[in-house]
């Protein structure tokens, strides 16, 4: 509503005109230029003079406004997130941003000098980072990852701080030692006893895995006694893939992994496994393995220093073995302590070979002894075997248990499991040679001897092994719960739960810092900034409701520590920082997988995090918050600039002193000091430190202890109605910075003194200006060592200017009606307004409770009142501090009896689709988007409409509307078809009137 201003004059300069030329007999007279301008002129001074009389009414209406305590609101400055990033090189180093640090953004369009923003609170900044966030609700037995909230991105995300989706992870791991490797063990029994046998459950399965550094792979047994662990028994695994050693909780061993992978519904509430349901008890765990190897073939083979091709045949000794010659074979299967080894061997001309070979049959007469060695870690020592081929002449098999001492070595330049075969004496026949005919004569001449070398040539060779192994017990057992690892002490624990459910803290949010120490971070304030948004369509507030408590603790080594905490953000319920000291002794978080990504838990050199964590102790929340964004480093300001010790002037002894600030406008309350000549008396003093605090006087004294001044903080008030000569009261104007004091009976009268009336502290600034981008507010106007830069993630918000005087005219005659005091529900609507210039429209519902999910049922004693913020958004939603403030300045002016429930408003989504014709075909490309741009504008709430004025409650455009909206768009021939869609928030909304229209989505189709 806009108040008019009546008029005391309308008349026109022509109406004056025309009546001066028909009294001076001016009007019939013709080409009269002089008597026209000397007309003109007087007509001029006569416009000149009714101006100035019509603002009479309104001068006279601005100082009954003003004397009824009604005058224009200053400006409201804009806040805005500002991170600060320290040098990297400051690590050893507290670096403390100070209170009412300025940071400016450059001057915009029409703006003559740089906007100045002014930190709100002291901040230490940390060279950690904050490297996880991760929500954990053991009572739904749910987690979540909220890692997207650390980014700073100008892309959001939404994170409800205290609920997960995805199923914790419960499971236990049994280690297995150097023997259990899997590319040995073909066959792998666990033998279970447990505590209590269970009834088999069909609410939950077992999902065995061999752990590597991939993520593991899932193991089926092919055979389970144990009935899913619910009795004493055997499972057994059979052909088992690869397995690697890996690092779990800080020991390395071969993982094999038992997780609960089906979650149990509660009877009450969620997902939950929890009694009656019994989970198992083990008592007892042995592990054996059988390593059973067919057919593996050589790796490599050497003889002496020459590589050997396998695949063909091939001398094992050479084509002339002599004495110590060598064959070295080298396999996998020789790496198994105290296995059975069979290497299997097939000649290609055995001595008893049945047919001829091709090539000469192995010569036995020279009686040739093989001996096979092993490396012992010093030297080849004798491999006790038993040796089938009879020295490699015939086929057979060389079987042998892999010595305890066998090791490692090197056999020309390849590295591996070693076993050799060396020729340590006899031969396998003589080549030709010449000798004597007959030895006894002499002189008879020579004979020639025939070649009898027939060496041993290998068609092929293989290894088989096989070797038990246990029962014995695992190396260790860790169990992992709620993303907590035990390590079970096999010795001392006569029993372990590896399943357990709901543990303490119900619902908490964990935060994970990486840092080079923990003196980065010990000892220091940590400030988390939050940006926290609503996820109800139905926003709340109806005074008796508590917020929830949250108590933020670190962890030690040991123990959970409680932190001390400055919590601007309300348990998460407005947008702000939190403030977290850490202790001392914080420590590392080991025995936690929080910190790992993914699903493998197996790390190796894992960097270990420092956590702290906000954990739900008591309340609930009205409307369920949602995260958008969480950073470190990071402090709210504003856009003001804070002046100290501004003198104002000498106190005269005169009555109505009136001083005025150097700066305008004054924001928030200034605080005025009077240097007064004594102490106020006991009584006085105490009504001054309840009223001003502890420091409302300040006492300066000299090196020999004797006072010098005494400086009394003086109470703002609105006017001295209620004041007497010993109240030490003041009056602000805060638009012209004047400040006012009474006439010695109503208000004190400042003492005699020069220079004695200051201000200790006051702001200035605020308005639209201060609205500014993302990464606009980023240069340091306060020197700051080891600050490397400054920036503003999120844009500034809430700046308004000066209130325009409709408003003030406006609020000036709801004023007159309700006099501050709640009773219709035009007071109630008018005083919400009051309460904050950020309340765009108010709507009050007697007799409703819109907090109930009945809420279109009459309620007798329940007043409700809807408030819809000044947004630009589509939906304009307040949040819950704006609620609360409202609610508790309403309480103080209304009467007690009825509930008061504050509420944002509830909305129906206008969807339009439409069949346009356009009137030209270029245009097809932007008409689309602009008539998609045009019913957004329109269906706005807040300045849609014909008007621009928004759209009332329970108010609903009409097609009509919408066809001359969109009719009325350029280069658009005619609308074809239209056709409307109503999306309700809640069911039976648009019966009830009490809604709000927004803008939904649109369909434009060209024809």
Partial sequence: ?????????????????????????????????????????????????????????????????????????????????????????????????????????????????????????????????????????????????????ISADEEMCEAPPFKGSMPIKHEFYIGAGEAFAANKISSLHLFFSVEEQLPPSKEYILEWRIEN???????????????????????????????????????????????????????????????????????????????????????????????????????????????????????????????????????????SAMKEPPIPKVNQSGRAVIQWEYWNGKRWEILKCRDDTRALTEDGIVSFRVPQGSRNTEVNGLDGHWIRARLISGHYGLEGNFAYGNPDAVGQGFKYLASTLAPPAIESISVGSFKETGPARPEAIITHNDFVFENIDIAKNKSFAPFRIGHDPIKALYFGFKASGSEIIAGHWLDLYFRVSKTANKIIYRGDQQFPALSWQCWNGKIWQVCKVQDETQSFNITGVVSIFIAEDIASWDETSLGKNGDSLCTDGDASLYWIRAVWVAGDYQCNPVLQRVLLNTTLAAQVMTLNNEILGSGNGMPNQIFYTAR????????????????????????????????????????????????????????????????????????????????????????????????????????????????????????????????????????????????????????????????????????????????????????????????DTAKPGVVSLVVVPENVQAEPRPNLDLLRRIWNFIDQVREQGPTLIVAGPEYVRISVEAVIVPAYE????????????????????????????????????????????????????????????????????????????????????LD
């Fill in 1 to 149: 509503m806009t108040t008019q201003i009546p008029k005391i004059d309308t008349r026109s300069v022509e109406e004056i005109v025309n009546r001066v030329k028909n009294r001076a007999g001016l009007a019939d007279a013709q080409n009269d230029l002089m008597g026209e301008a000397l007309v003109r002129i007087f007509a001029r001074y006569c416009e000149i003079v009714i101006e100035r009389l019509n603002k009479v009414p309104e001068k006279n209406y601005r100082a009954f406004l003003n004397e009824i305590g009604v005058s224009r609101n200053p400006p409201i400055a804009a806040q805005v997130p500002l991170t600060f990033t320290p040098v990297k090189s400051a690590a050893n180093t507290s670096i403390v941003v100070p209170r009412y640090t300025k940071v400016t953004a450059p001057a915009g369009e029409g703006e003559s000098s740089p906007v100045v923003f002014e930190t709100a609170q002291a901040m230490t900044l940390t060279l950690a980072e904050l490297h996880r966030i991760v929500t954990l609700n053991t009572k739904e037995d749910r987690y979540k990852d909220h890692d997207l909230l």
């Fill in 213 to 351: 550094s991939q993520g593991g792979q899932l193991l089926t047994p092919d055979k389970d006694t144990t009935l899913e662990l619910n009795r004493s028994g055997e499972i057994i695994f059979n052909d088992l893939p690869e397995w690697e050693a890996c690092n779990i909780s800080g020991q390395k061993y071969y993982w094999l992994s038992c997780r609960l992978t089906t979650q149990v519904k509660s009877q009450s509430s969620g997902t939950r496994i929890k009694p009656p349901l019994k989970l198992p008890v083990i008592r007892m765990i042995d592990i054996a393995g059988d390593s059973v190897v067919e057919g593996a073939k050589i790796d490599y083979a050497f003889f002496n220093g020459l590589p050997l091709d396998l695949s063909k045949d091939f001398f094992p000794l050479g084509a002339r073995p002599v004495f110590g010659d060598v064959l070295y074979l080298g396999c996998s299967a020789f790496t198994q302590s105290e296995a059975d080894v069979a290497v299997k061997i097939k000649l290609t001309n055995p001595a």
């Fill in 664 to 855: 305008t406008p004054i924001l928030d309350n200034p605080l005025l000091e009077v240097r007064e000549p004594q102490l106020p008396s006991e009584a006085q003093s105490s009504r001054i430190y309840r009223e001003e605090g502890k420091d409302a006087i300040a006492i300066i004294k000299d090196a020999q202890d004797q006072i010098e001044e005494i400086w009394v903080r003086w109470h703002e008030v609105n006017d001295f109605l209620l004041s007497n000569n010993l109240d030490r009261h003041f009056v602000v104007e805060r638009l012209s910075g004047e400040i006012r004091f009474g006439d010695g009976s109503k208000g004190m009268l400042p003492p005699l003194g020069a220079n004695n009336i200051r201000l200790r502290a006051y702001k200035t600034g605020g308005g639209t200006s201060g609205n500014k981008p993302v990464n606009s507010i980023k240069q340091l106007r306060t020197s700051l060592p080891l600050v490397a830069s400054v920036t503003n993630p999120d844009a500034a918000f809430g700046g308004q200017d000066i209130e325009d005087w409709n408003s003030v005219y406006t609020r000036g005659t709801s004023y007159l009606r309700h006099r501050g005091r709640a009773v219709t529900t035009e007071d109630y609507e008018d005083l919400a307004r009051n309460a904050s210039r950020q309340v765009a429209r108010a709507k009050c519902y007697p007799n409703k409770d819109l907090a109930s999910d009945s809420a």
């Fill in 922 to 1005: 270029f245009m097809e490309a932007d008409i689309a988007g602009t008539c998609q741009k045009r019913l957004e504008a329109f269906l706005h709430p807040l300045t849609g409409g014909e008007n621009s004025q928004g759209w009332g409650f329970g108010e609903k455009p009409h097609e009509s509307d919408l066809y001359a909206l969109l009719e009325s768009v350029a280069g658009l021939e005619y609308v074809r078809t239209l056709r409307i869609i109503s999306e309700e928030e809640r069911q039976g909304l648009l019966e009830s009137g009490s809604f709000l229209i927004c803008s939904g989505k649109h369909k434009i189709h």
